[in-house]
């Protein structure tokens, strides 16, 4: 059985940060990409960062500049730093992993943590 397991998320101004975070638990064999997606009302959940094995990220244009996604493969982490938060990064964030196991790749997703920005 695997597990994401996200932490952080919250209530923030805008201007402020915060920080995220995803461990992955469990029986596998490797870990390829991870990303966080975001989830607001009545739209699709979008990627807002991915990061390979390998360290190359991939970001939402909108949030280029202000959040970094950093991940520690011997750990089976991912983190998303968010800084100078507006008001539309509002939003469920979802940790997700490409898990590698005995019957091949599969994605897993967390239980998503809400993000509110707000004055």
């Known amino acids: 059985q695997v597990q994401l397991v996200e932490s952080g998320g919250g209530l923030v101004h805008p201007g402020g940060s915060l920080r995220l975070s995803c461990a992955a638990s469990g029986s596998f064999f490797s870990i390829n990409t991870m990303g966080w997606y975001r989830q607001t009302p009545g739209k699709q959940r979008e990627l807002v960062a991915g990061i390979t094995r390998g360290g190359i990220t991939d970001y939402k244009d909108s949030v280029k500049g202000r959040f970094t996604a950093s991940r520690d493969n011997a750990k089976n982490t991912i983190t998303l730093q968010m800084d100078s938060l507006k008001p539309e990064d509002t939003g469920v964030y979802s940790c997700?992993?490409?898990?590698?196991?005995?019957?091949?790749?599969?994605?897993?997703w967390g239980q998503g943590t809400q993000v509110t920005v707000s004055s």
């Open positions: 997700n992993a490409q898990i590698l196991q005995r019957d091949g790749w599969r994605d897993y």
